[in-house]
């Protein structure tokens, strides 16, 4: 069985939403990728936590089967990130951003860690993403994701990064930002030639596409009746698509497009409620269902079309 | 066989888009709508035109099975449209609308028209809508569009129409301009309340949704290296998918989510480049390619997927 381990943030968020307001529930990139990904697989989680941080929770995650000796513990407080969104749910507006412990997070990873088959990058600075990668020594699937912060501000080091990397997880934003080309197909075509073969562009309310050089994937977003707070839907995609991926035998189109659906049916539980509180409490066939939903809203049938010559 | 019947504008446009600009070519709904359904049948058109308008577009129209009888030809000029698009091809910007002879139309059926199953009421006055349906006595299938500026200045004419109206096309901001609701699917909802039991909503680069009582159905866009001009996309989408439906014995969920795949297809040409240029050169092998191709990027496999019991 493969390994899967993932490093990124482990945080309080403060969200408002025009559904509601919460205070410093729990968040951050790491939390939403185990939790979503321990419905598929054990989770290594590497990251940072203050003494402020409930020992409850990292019950949770280890009675879930993510093992959490990778994560940190320092005098300080957790990393708290407050923010709004307003009535386009795809846009985050930042309030304040508390680093905390986390300003002087080095990733190490335990011993047992080092065997880990598949990596996921969630979004830190890549230098602290290479570092990671440093200390696996044959990993099978290297994803990451990033943000337009260091796309701007630690270009070099993420473009190092990425002749590392299979699997880039990202937004049209940044994807657009990062390769200066408008023209999606384009920017996938300039990803590729930085090392990346497998190229995930997020896409919010409308889905994700997935390119490799032999075929391109789309799922759509599950509809949903209530959004109500969207922090983490791409952390917890990014979960669902590479705890999947990294329990099968190859990683081939059939299974990478199976990937983006069930990372798509992921996402749509996370924002239907504030923090882990749906994804805490769905059960299996919950995601079975949605997914079988989502797939029929997909399948057109085969065969000839009726065409007139003209 | 049923017979397909369009009425909308038959107009120039003069477009300047990032990748090109051009003076006075062929454009207006009806005319993308049944170039576009050709593919599929027949189609009757109903429209107005000036008397320096080309015969020989006309020529072009009849050969491939548009009948014209129902184009009015009257003394003065061609509607024209001048707009422009910045880099988000989604956004039409409009410099000038000359109505010229369209600002008087009123659409009047030749007999041989009114025996027609499958209706599509472009986007025009919802008044002029209406008495194109006050002329044909047992259609079939009534598909409408609209747009914001019959949605704030003809409100209840507007929804007075959608009382006799199948199936709805609109798209996103016109869905909740109409509705007052933000959420998609409460918007959807609030249609059907008012008639429409088949509504789609476009989406322009992230494509289409389709609705009924019963299921939602989404077609991607097809994925495209070079979109140039987006002019007349939604009324070639409408054309694809409405064409396919006037010639299918029944209109169930089956058909319909084909003809959602069919529309973003011929959508996906259009765009391509200016006026008709690419829709007049298309070939039906290039037509069932890309539908292959579409039904394939969203293909996800069944069965039971292997997720873990927490």
């Given at each position: 069985m493969s390994q899967l381990l993932v490093v990124g943030s482990v945080a309080f968020d403060s969200v408002e939403t025009p559904y509601g307001k919460r205070e410093k529930i729990l968040g951050g990139s790491a939390n939403f990728f185990s939790i979503s990904a321990s419905f598929f697989t054990p989770v290594r989680m590497v990251g940072v936590v203050g003494?402020?941080?409930?020992a409850k929770h990292v019950e949770v995650l280890n009675a879930r089967g993510?093992?959490?000796?990778g994560l940190q513990w320092k005098d300080g407080e957790t990393f708290h990130w407050s923010g709004w969104y307003g009535d386009d749910l795809n846009q985050a507006h930042t309030?304040?951003?508390?680093?905390?412990?986390?300003?002087t997070f080095s990733p190490e990873l335990p011993n047992?860690?080092?065997?880990?088959?598949t990596i996921f990058l969630a979004n830190i600075d890549p230098e602290l993403q290479l570092q990671v990668l440093e200390?696996?020594?044959?990993?099978r699937l290297v994803a990451c994701d990033t943000m337009n912060f260091w796309i701007s501000g630690k270009r070099q080091a993420l473009l190092k990064l990425l002749k590392k990397v299979d699997m880039f997880v990202l937004n049209e934003q940044e994807i657009r930002d990062l390769s200066g080309e408008k023209n999606l197909l384009s920017a996938v075509e300039w990803i590729r030639e930085q090392g990346p073969q497998i190229i995930v562009v997020k896409l919010g309310e409308y889905g994700a596409m997935l390119f490799t050089k032999e075929a391109t994937s789309w799922a759509p977003a599950f509809p949903?009746?209530?959004?109500?707070d969207p922090t983490g839907a791409g952390d917890t995609f990014a979960g669902g698509a590479i705890g999947y991926l990294s329990q099968v035998d190859d990683i081939n189109e059939s299974h990478l497009r199976r990937a983006l659906a069930i990372g798509s049916v992921m996402a749509s539980f996370n924002v239907?409620?504030?923090?882990f509180d749906n994804l805490l409490q769905i059960k299996p066939e919950d995601i079975q269902e949605r997914y079988e939903k989502l797939r029929k809203m997909v399948s057109f049938e085969d065969g000839p079309l009726p065409i007139r010559s003209l």
């Open positions: 003494n402020d941080f409930p993510v093992d959490t000796e309030l304040d951003t508390r680093l905390n412990v986390f300003e047992s860690y080092k065997d880990s088959s200390q696996v020594p044959k990993p949903l009746e209530h959004v109500r239907e409620r504030f923090s």
